[in-house]
């Protein structure tokens, strides 16, 4: 079966580079000192297997992936993902269980590999941090513990996050596809929206657009409309009928190959009014100013000072964003965030969101909001934008 990373003309991640992702989870093992890591979540399963399923989906079915210090790394999996695992895994060590089985849902295949996997120190790092989870039933976990005592379980999420900040070419590579796609898809809804459509029709019609040029899926989609601003990013697209006077936002995320892109265009349909272009002019300018500053050495928080310094003081926080951007890779936002608590030095290959967005008042009194959103790589030089550059005016939507 042809894939769509195939018909993209992606070549496959190798089992070196998966190896080589092991091996440095290894060498940061050792200096915590930990015997194990246990990986529960779909995006960590995925960066170090090559698994990518759609069994993910369904909480029924938890997923295993112990990487020890001094063995071959071993996927305990339910029975019925056996076969994806041999197919799509560059892993050799199996282990399966009949699935769903609530009162052993792999924990005994769990424990016992455990077991097999002890070490000195008799620690086991897990999944426990900021932008983690654990994905096994609290309950099999607290089993799972009382097991393998005196081992004991200690975060290691510190180490899945060093290793996942720097993204290898095939990994940037995925990333700029995905990017490519919705820069395109955006550019043709600027030829499709018209008034009278809802919110929800345009981005219908961009999902579709998406999916035929060979996105994997669109997992995220928000949309927001109002005149002259929006209120808001964080919401579900309506049935509220653009009109004259109105600007529409939308903000996407979607993978190719499991990788992913993040970021928005806003539409103003007729001329917009005059707070509202120099809304857009501010958003557009702090995102130059944050591109700028996205330089190897810098610290995630001198990109949020370089675009507030644009902005002007508080004016972010209005928004409600919290940041100005994040992390981009398997999973739709990462560390570092772009945020002036962030002190995560940039490396080259790193993939950042730069996301600024000013609060701003309407010639009718309304409080709103504008965001622009661009996605870049981190270079030994200047930052490179994988994403195609927004035009620097708001697209305008019918006569003017």
Not at 201 to 216: E, V, Y
Not at 226 to 252: F, Q
Not at 276 to 291: E, N, Q
Not at 312 to 332: A, F, K, P, Q, Y
Request: negative net charge.
């Amino acid at each position: 079966m042809t894939t769509r990373a195939a018909r993209l003309d992606l070549e496959s991640i190798t089992p070196a580079e998966y190896r080589a992702r092991v091996d440095r989870a290894r060498a940061e093992m050792e200096r915590a000192d930990i015997d194990t890591l246990l990986i529960t979540s779909e995006a960590n399963f995925s960066y170090f297997s090559g698994l990518r399923s759609q069994a993910w989906a369904s909480p029924t079915r938890p997923m295993f992936l112990l990487i020890p210090a001094n063995r071959e790394p071993i996927a305990i999996v339910p029975a019925g993902s056996r076969v994806v695992m041999q197919t799509g895994s560059w892993l050799t060590e199996l282990r399966t269980w009949s699935a769903p089985n609530p009162a052993d849902d792999g924990v005994t295949l769990l424990i016992e590999a455990l077991h097999q996997c002890s070490g000195r120190s008799g620690r086991i790092g897990g999944e426990f941090g900021p932008e983690n989870q654990l994905r096994m039933p609290i309950v099999d976990f607290w089993r799972v513990q009382e097991a393998i005592h005196p081992a004991k379980f200690v975060d290691a999420s510190a180490i899945t996050r060093r290793i996942r900040l720097v993204k290898s070419p095939a990994e940037i590579e995925r990333i700029r596809a995905a990017a490519q796609i919705l820069s395109s898809g955006f550019e043709r809804l600027s030829s499709t929206l018209e008034s009278g459509l809802s919110e929800r029709d345009a981005c219908l019609d961009l999902q579709l657009d998406l999916l035929s040029r060979g996105m994997d899926r669109i997992t995220y989609m928000v949309a927001a409309s109002g005149p002259s601003g929006y209120a808001t990013i964080n919401s579900n697209p309506s049935d509220r009928l653009l009109k004259e006077g109105d600007v529409l936002i939308i903000d996407t995320a979607a993978p190719v190959d499991g990788y992913y892109c993040d970021f928005d265009r806003n539409y103003a349909f007729g001329s917009p009014e005059d707070a509202t272009r120099r809304a857009f002019d501010r958003a557009f300018a702090a995102t130059d100013a944050g591109i700028d500053a996205a330089l190897a050495g810098a610290r995630a928080c001198d990109v949020w000072q370089a675009m507030a310094r644009v902005l002007g003081t508080g004016s972010n926080e209005r928004t409600d964003v919290g940041r100005m951007g994040h992390g981009i890779g398997l999973n739709m936002t990462e560390p570092p965030s772009i945020h002036p608590a962030d002190q995560t030095l940039l490396e080259a290959g790193m993939v950042l969101a730069i996301e600024p967005g000013t609060a701003f008042r309407t010639a009718a009194g309304r409080q709103v909001v504008m965001v622009h959103e661009e996605n870049i790589l981190i270079t030994e030089g200047r930052a490179v934008l994988l994403s195609r550059r927004a035009a620097d005016q708001i697209p305008v939507i019918g006569d003017v």
